[in-house]
């Protein structure tokens, strides 16, 4: 038995959406779902009570991070990551490519690994397939991810080939060195870029190798949203439907609708989180960027439509006083407000389907939110 299982409930009739359950070793949680990212083994600002009490299941962390900093042994010794955060529901964390692409300036990558440096003290570095593994095993998530290149995602036809093929090997790697596949479940990513036939045959070698999930990879990396939804529609219909799908990287309203839609189970971003600490919040008219001074006089909740417990107790005028004279209480307050507002459209998303209504209720949001109708 392997760690996860994905229990397909039923699909929408109006689209590829489906309605599922994933089981994990620290519980089950309907899919479609939201998970929140905890890059330093915190949700940044909110407390454990706080993240169950507004219904996240699964959340982030990063192994590139925690690596440099405390380091995997220490979270090993501290008994794994639920313990030392005193997390005691599902954790998935990521490999370190990406952060390794997106973090380090210099970088040079071989069929080994990839050399680079340390974001923050400038020591030279070294991540293979095996020492990813190694770190992600030490950290003890339910769900892991293969070490993966993500080129950009116009990078020249021959250079994404090359990649998607080595991708493909280190995946195989990774199967290898994982020494706890009954504990954590290790899932594939899919590359490839734009290209249909790269994406076919990164599909292709991994199902070959039969991993229990598998992430669509190389997107939300700048491209137009009309790019990326394209590359959905060819991709997830080739991966198996009894097992989870997880788009990397995908948290706009928009796009966790429009990937839903095309069959997408589990999606991740730190755009609630981040946007959060700039006084930018999600409502369910659209973005409002609290610190604004039009918002100096308005004791209206940051959205009526939301019974969030900011939206319950505190008014625009007093966020926009807390994140004006930047005050942390400010930064959780729009943290726990937007961290619901995805969690609570992942629950819309998935009555929609129930259903088989997913494009009525996609074209009543886009309304509503303010998102042009394609
Ligand atoms: C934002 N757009 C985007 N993110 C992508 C990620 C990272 C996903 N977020 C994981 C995370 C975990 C903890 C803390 C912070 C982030 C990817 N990860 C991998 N391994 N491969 C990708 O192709 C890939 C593509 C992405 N696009």
């Known amino acids: 038995m392997t760690a996860i299982r994905y229990e397909l409930i039923k699909k929408d009739k109006q689209t590829g959406a489906r309605l599922g359950i994933l089981h994990t070793p620290h519980g089950s949680y309907e899919t479609p779902m939201f998970m929140p990212v905890g890059t330093l083994a915190t949700v940044k600002t909110m407390s454990p009570e706080e993240l169950k009490e507004m219904g996240a299941g699964v959340i982030l962390s990063n192994t590139y991070h925690l690596w440099l900093r405390p380091g ?16 005691d529901q599902a954790i ?3 490999s370190g490519g990406f952060q390794v692409f ?7 990558i071989e069929e080994e690994g990839v050399h680079f440096r340390n974001h923050l003290s400038g020591e030279k570095l070294f991540l293979s397939p095996e020492k990813a593994t190694e770190i992600q095993n030490a950290l003890g998530a339910d769900i892991m991810m293969a070490f993966d290149e993500c080129p950009p995602f116009d990078a020249e036809y021959n250079y994404m080939k090359q990649s998607v093929e080595r991708t493909s090997r280190w995946a195989e790697r990774c199967l290898k060195a994982h020494s706890r596949p009954h ?29 229990p999930g598998y992430a669509v990879g190389g997107l939300s990396v700048g491209e137009p949203k009309e790019d990326m939804n394209r590359v959905l529609d060819f991709t997830t219909p ?12 995908v ?14 189970d589990m999606f991740d971003c730190v755009l609630p989180t981040r946007i959060a600490r700039n ?26 439509n939301c019974d969030c417990y900011t939206c319950r107790n505190y008014s625009r005028a007093y966020i926009r006083h807390l994140i004006h004279t930047n005050e942390i209480f400010g930064f959780r307050l729009c943290t726990y407000h937007n961290l619901h507002f995805l969690i609570k459209l992942m629950e819309q998303i998935r ?7 997913l494009q009525d209720f996609r074209d009543e949001f886009f309304e509503q939110y303010g998102f042009n109708k394609p």
């Open 238 to 249: 080739l991966l198996p439907e009894n097992k989870p799908r997880y788009l990397m990287g």
């Open 351 to 357: 009555q929609a389907i129930r259903e088989d209504r």
């Open 279 to 304: 006084g930018t919040c999600m409502t369910s008219t659209g973005r409002l960027v609290v610190k604004n001074a039009k918002y100096a006089r308005d004791f209206r909740p940051l959205d009526e």
């Open 72 to 87: 995997h042994e220490i979270v090993r010794e501290a008994g794994g990551l639920h313990k030392f955060m005193n997390w």
């Open 251 to 264: 948290g706009s309203p928009d796009s966790l609708i429009d990937g839903a839609i095309r069959g997408i």
């Open 92 to 94: 998935l964390t990521d």
């Open 183 to 211: 504990d954590q479940a290790l899932f594939g990513i899919v590359q490839g870029g734009g290209n249909e036939d790269l994406r076919k045959q990164s599909a292709r070698d991994l199902i070959s190798l039969d991993f």
């Open 102 to 108: 997106s973090l380090s300036k210099f970088r040079k």
